[in-house]
């Protein structure tokens, strides 16, 4: 690891000055992303703003009867917490099938928004990589792949966003905001991660200097919703497809639906195309079908990716299916 | 820098840290508590899985000043003055270790789990210790050995 400045930020002002004032700092929060990444010497940052004790850790409820969730909330206490067990209950499932016990107790919200690929190449500095080193090529087309992505890549990268929590958060129209010196805004999170287009490294539209505070959701839909995923073993491995769903039917036909899908894009993908198809269609295993079809029709996948398409095709329709089931019986 | 921690309840300070540190690399270098073990660095195996305020967490990606002003406790810190700790006696019994590389981990994992629901499941003992992998025992004792602890203690709970 490389030599840097450590500075402890007491609040949310300190940590804000000192990001502005030491350019390219990185944030420290539970750290099981960047003290990784710094020590494989991924990320360099010459200033490390420690914020993991900043005052963000609460639950909230707002005047719209939504919640407001702090960005140093850990993933543990979040899965845990009363109203989102029982109010969004398809993000303490996304929060739980992430990582293992010890992480969740550290990983904070903030932290799983701007968590980096899980690409082999990105980590090793053996290989070549659009993302850690600009301009050097991309190791993971001619190489292995089989974890890649297979919507919204370019030439230039091909690499997932790796988070389970996201996902779930895409489904729920979350708002991200964020401070800087400069004073706060809110970002749709459908607004917060970029495409990697030629340029991967970028691979949010936020400030380097700006601090995520806290995550807001909207009021809660009744309709029955789940977060399935799928990965090679039972427990501790990153998505290779999984779907975020709700589904609201009434009298047979498709009232509203939410979905997002993970492991199979760079960013959170809200799935716009098949929820477009979806509503008002009568809620038949033929419509989720046509509705994944839509949804995957734009696929471009690589030599060791291919599965990907069918598994996503599957895991959407079943996960419909049986939130369907689960709709007509209540 | 220094660094201040509350190590199994006893006030330890060490000096001339380098941020870089993890806290498990202050506990095994600075500190003299080598039972945390040091096997990935990558959050991948458990194996330096510590209490942090009450947490099991990854001590390999915990920088040293995240650390400072809390509470850790290691293995070292769950037995007793009268004899190993009953998740400790457990692993003993079963024949749970092999080569022990995993225990020290896998012990503070099953440690949290037997105090916070003794009642678990075999899956949610499982999911548990998904964390802490372990490349001798195929798991099997190590499930027994967890049972058994638990068994115990829900045993003095009635
Ligand atoms: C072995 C392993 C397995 C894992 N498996 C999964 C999995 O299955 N599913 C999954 O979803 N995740 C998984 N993860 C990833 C894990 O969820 C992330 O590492 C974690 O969520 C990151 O949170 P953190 O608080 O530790 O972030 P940090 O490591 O502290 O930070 C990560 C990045 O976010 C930035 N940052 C953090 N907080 C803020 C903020 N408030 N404002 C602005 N920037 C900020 C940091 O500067 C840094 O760039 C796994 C990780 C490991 C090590
Ligand atoms: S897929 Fe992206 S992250 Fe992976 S090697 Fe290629 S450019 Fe780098
Ligand atoms: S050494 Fe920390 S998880 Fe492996
Ligand atoms: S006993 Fe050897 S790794 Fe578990």
Redesign the interface.
């Given at each position: 690891?490389?030599?840097?400045?450590?500075v402890?930020a007491p609040d949310v002002a300190t940590a804000v000055r000192a990001a502005a004032d030491a350019p390219g700092a990185r944030f420290?929060a539970?750290?099981?992303n960047l003290?990784?990444l710094?020590?494989q010497h991924v990320e360099r940052p010459d200033t490390?703003v420690?914020i993991?004790r900043l005052p963000l850790t609460s639950v909230e409820e707002t005047k719209s009867g939504g919640l407001r969730i702090g960005a140093l909330m850990r993933n543990?206490d979040l899965a845990a917490h009363p109203l989102v067990r029982t109010r969004y209950p398809m993000l303490t499932q996304a929060l739980l099938a992430g990582?293992?016990?010890?992480?969740r107790?550290?990983a904070t919200v903030g932290g799983n928004l701007l968590q980096r690929t899980r690409c082999p190449y990105f980590y090793d500095r053996a290989t070549p990589c659009h993302k850690r080193e600009p301009g050097t090529g991309c190791a993971a087309v001619g190489g292995f792949n089989r974890s890649h992505a297979i919507l919204g890549t370019s030439a230039s990268c091909v690499a997932t966003h790796p988070s389970d929590m996201c996902v779930a958060l895409a489904a729920l129209d979350a708002v991200v905001e964020v401070e800087d010196v400069r004073g706060t805004r809110r970002i749709p999170l459908a607004d917060l991660h970029r495409l990697p287009g030629d340029t991967p490294h970028l691979e949010t539209t936020l400030a380097p200097d700006e601090l995520i505070t806290s995550v807001e959701l909207p009021a809660p839909a009744a309709a029955p919703s789940r977060y399935r995923k799928v990965r090679d073993r039972?427990?501790?491995a990153f998505a290779l497809v999984s779907v975020a769903a709700a589904l609201e039917v009434t009298d047979g036909t498709v009232a509203a639906v939410r979905l997002a899908l993970g492991g199979v894009a760079p960013k959170p993908w809200r799935a716009v195309e098949a929820e477009r198809v979806l509503t008002g269609a009568p809620a038949t295993e033929e419509s989720f079908r046509a509705a994944a079809d839509a949804e995957l029709a734009p696929a471009v996948t690589l030599d060791g990716n291919e599965f990907k398409v069918e598994l996503a095709r599957r895991t959407i329709v079943a996960t419909l299916r049986d939130l369907a089931r689960e709709g007509s019986r209540a | 820098m220094r660094v201040t921690i509350e190590v199994n309840g006893e006030r330890r300070t060490a000096d001339d840290v380098w941020p870089g540190e993890s806290l498990l690399y202050v506990l095994r270098e600075r500190l003299g508590l080598p039972g945390a073990k040091n096997a990935c660095e990558q959050g991948e195996c458990g194996s330096c899985t510590v209490y942090l305020d009450d947490t099991p967490v990854c001590a390999c990606l915990v920088a040293a000043g995240q650390a400072e002003g809390r509470s850790v406790r290691t293995v070292e810190g769950l037995a007793g003055g009268d004899g190993l700790d009953p998740v400790q006696e457990a692993f003993v019994a079963t024949g749970a270790v092999q080569c022990g590389f995993c225990t020290p981990g896998l012990i503070v994992a099953a440690h949290e789990l037997v105090h916070r629901d003794p009642g678990a499941t075999d899956a949610e003992i499982r999911e548990a210790l998904a964390g802490n992998l372990c490349r001798c025992t195929g798991y099997e004792k190590i499930l027994d050995a967890v049972r058994l602890a638990a068994a115990k203690k829900a045993g003095e709970r009635a």
């Open positions: 690891m490389k030599d840097f400045a450590y402890a420290l539970g750290g099981t003290v990784d710094m020590r490390v420690d993991s543990s990582a293992s016990a010890q992480l107790n550290m039972a427990s501790f | -």
